[in-house]
């Protein structure tokens, strides 16, 4: 399966709000059931997926954390939601609220055009 569609990088927003079980762990306790309970998971059930966190709970109530996974393909992605859904981030820790997922400047590739992006200094 190597046609453009799975084979394009993705880029899933992933908007989730924090549960009281979450809440209720110390910060230890938190980097602990991450390290333990759910990278452990997404390390064996998957392969080319980077992530990163940014949290909002100072400027929104509906969503506490928005979780961005970049994943090499559509497969890479999927394989990953598999795992997650398989470990008590999954509306344990975590309630899903959205999940926002696009390829980055997809409409060039598509239209075989530049990317039209900016650059401030």
């Not at 927003?13 to 390290?35: D, G, I, S």
């Not at 961005?68 to 997650?84: F, M, P, R, S, T």
Request: charged content about 25%; aromatic content about 12%; glycine content about 4%.
């Amino acid at each position: 399966m190597s046609d453009e569609t799975t084979s394009t990088p993705g880029t899933a927003f992933m908007l989730v709000k924090t549960t009281p079980e979450w809440l209720a762990k110390t910060v230890e306790e938190r980097v602990h059931a991450l390290t333990t309970e759910v990278v452990p998971v997404i390390e064996a059930r998957t392969t080319g997926v980077r992530s990163r966190f940014y949290d909002t709970e100072f400027y929104s109530a509906r969503v506490t954390d928005v979780w961005v996974w970049e994943a090499e393909d559509h497969h890479a992605y999927q394989l990953l939601v598999d795992a997650l859904r398989e470990t008590p981030f999954w509306d344990r820790y975590f309630e899903v609220v959205d999940l926002l997922v696009g390829t980055e400047n997809g409409y060039a590739r598509t239209y075989g055009v530049d990317a039209v992006t900016t650059i401030s200094t």
